[in-house]
T-cell receptor, first 116, second 114 residues
Framework: AQTVTQSQPEMSVQEAETVTLSCTYDTSESDYYLFWYKQPPSRQMILVIRQEAYKQQNATENRFSVNFQKAAKSFSLKISDSQLGDAAMYFC?????????????FGTGTRLQVTL | NAGVTQTPKFQVLKTGQSMTLQCAQDMNHEYMSWYRQDPGMGLRLIHYSVGAGITDQGEVPNGYNVSRSTTEDFPLRLLSAAPSQTSVYFCASSYRWTANEKLFFGSGTQLSVL
C-alpha cells in the first residue's frame, strides 16, 4: 500500500518570503500522480498543483512550484512571494495510475502560517 | 455551475440514529467519492462510484452505505451512527475516474455523534 508522509505539522513564513513544504511517499509503482491540495479555514479543498511521475520537469503554477525527486520519492512544494491568503493546511496526495478509479492517498497535512 | 454541493454543513446525531449526507454535482462528472477527514490523519476514502449504478468500497467503508441512481447525486448513509464516525465528510467528483483528473471537492459536512 502506498503511504504519504508530511513530516512538518506546522510551518511559518513571513509575507513575501519563500517557504518549502516537504512530502515523501512510498510506492513500488512507476505510473502515478502527485498532488498538493490547499485547505483554508473555509474547509474547501483546492488543488494547487499536479505532477505526473513520468514527467521529469517540475510542475509550476504561478508562485507555486514543486521539486519532484522520483528516485528519492520526494515531492516538496515551494511557495514564493508568500501572501496572507496562502495561510492554510496543505496536503500532499498520491494517486496510482494503475487499475480503475484508484484512490487519493493523503498525507497528514502541514499547517502554514503567514506572518506580516 | 454550482460545482459540488454538500448538505447539511453541520449535523449532530445521537448514537444509533441514522442520517443521509447529500452530495450533488452539476458538472456531468462520472466519478464521485466520499472522504472523511480526522485530525492528524488526512483524508481517507470511504466509498466511490465511477457511474450511475456502480459503487465500490474505499479504505474505510464500514458503517456507511452509498448508492448512485443518477449521475448527479451520490448520498452517503449512516445506518446506525457511532461516536467513531464523528468527522468532517467531503464529497469529491471528477469528469472521469482516471488518475490524472482534477478532483472537485464540496465544502464538507461536520458531523458529531454523541
Amino acid at each position: 500500500a502506498q503511504t504519504v508522509t508530511q513530516s512538518q505539522p506546522e510551518m511559518s513564513v513571513q509575507e513575501a518570503e519563500t517557504v518549502t513544504l516537504s512530502c515523501t511517499y512510498d510506492t513500488s509503482e512507476s505510473d502515478y500522480y502527485l498532488f498538493w491540495y490547499k485547505q483554508p479555514p473555509s474547509r474547501q479543498m483546492i488543488l494547487v498543483i499536479r505532477q505526473e511521475a513520468y514527467k521529469q520537469q517540475n510542475a509550476t503554477e504561478n508562485r507555486f512550484s514543486v521539486n519532484f525527486q522520483k528516485a528519492a520519492k520526494s515531492f516538496s512544494l515551494k511557495i514564493s512571494d508568500s501572501q496572507l491568503g496562502d495561510a492554510a493546511m496543505y496536503f500532499c496526495a498520491y494517486r496510482s495510475g494503475q487499475g480503475t478509479a484508484s484512490k487519493l492517498t493523503f498525507g497528514t497535512g502541514t499547517r502554514l502560517q503567514v506572518t506580516l | 455551475n454550482a460545482g459540488v454541493t454538500q448538505t447539511p454543513k453541520f449535523q449532530v446525531l445521537k448514537t444509533g440514529q441514522s442520517m443521509t449526507l447529500q452530495c450533488a454535482q452539476d458538472m456531468n462528472h462520472e466519478y464521485m467519492s466520499w472522504y472523511r477527514q480526522d485530525p492528524g490523519m488526512g483524508l481517507r476514502l470511504i466509498h466511490y462510484s465511477v457511474g450511475a449504478g456502480i459503487t465500490d468500497q474505499g479504505e474505510v467503508p464500514n458503517g456507511y452505505n452509498v448508492s448512485r441512481s443518477t449521475t448527479e447525486d451520490f448520498p452517503l448513509r449512516l445506518l446506525s451512527a457511532a461516536p467513531s464516525q464523528t468527522s468532517v465528510y467531503f464529497c469529491a467528483s471528477s469528469y472521469r475516474w482516471t488518475a490524472n483528473e482534477k478532483l472537485f471537492f464540496g465544502s464538507g459536512t461536520q458531523l458529531s455523534v454523541l
